[in-house]
């Protein structure tokens, strides 16, 4: 009888592509961490929207949650779980068009990674995995189209600091967000 490395490469092949794909999509998850949070410091201070700030900051706080499903998808086929470094977060935006704007790319930089899993999973017959990774995009088009209302009602209409702040609040108390 083949001992499981005899039987499962898990540096070549079907399971070493996915682990890849996944380390770029734990990589996306990561930055947006961070960067994420660095933005909530820079609206709480720079820009004195605590409202703001928090749902940012709830928005990085579901980032680690999410790359751990990653690893519980990769260990569905005993696959390794690798963690990429993560630069420091460095953007300073003038306004919050900005701050929407790297927001908006952090979640884009994930939906293509999250994308690209799934195609490797698929092409590679791992269609469980494959579905796992989308529910994981589903989510990730979730706080992508929440994050896009939040930037229109910013940038359609003249509020002031204080009334969008107190928009913002309402807006991610619907859902518990």
């Known amino acids: ?37 660095t933005l909530k410091e820079w609206v709480l201070i720079e820009f004195g929207m605590p409202h703001t700030a928090d749902a940012i900051h709830k928005l990085a706080h579901l980032q680690p949650q999410r790359f751990d499903v990653v690893g519980d998808l990769l260990h569905q086929r005993h696959i390794l779980q690798v963690y990429p470094a993560t630069a420091e977060y460095d953007g300073r ?63 359609e209409h003249e509020m002031s600091a204080t009334s969008f702040d107190g928009w913002i609040e309402e807006l991610f108390e619907e859902e518990g967000d």
Not at 4 to 28: I, W, Y
Not at 142 to 149: G, I
């Open 93 to 155: 935006p003038d306004d919050l068009d900005g701050v929407f704007g790297s927001i908006i790319d952090m979640l884009q930089k994930i939906e293509d990674a999250l994308r690209k899993c799934v195609e490797v999973c698929d092409e590679n017959g791992l269609y469980p995995l494959g579905r796992g990774f989308e529910n994981l995009q589903m989510e990730n088009s979730a706080s992508y189209e929440k994050f896009l209302y939040a930037w229109q009602m910013y940038s």
């Open 1 to 37: 009888m083949a001992r499981l490395k005899e039987r499962f490469d898990f540096e070549n092949g079907a399971l070493a592509a996915v682990r890849d794909a996944a380390k770029d999509v734990t990589g996306a998850y990561q930055d947006a961490a961070r960067g994420l949070d």
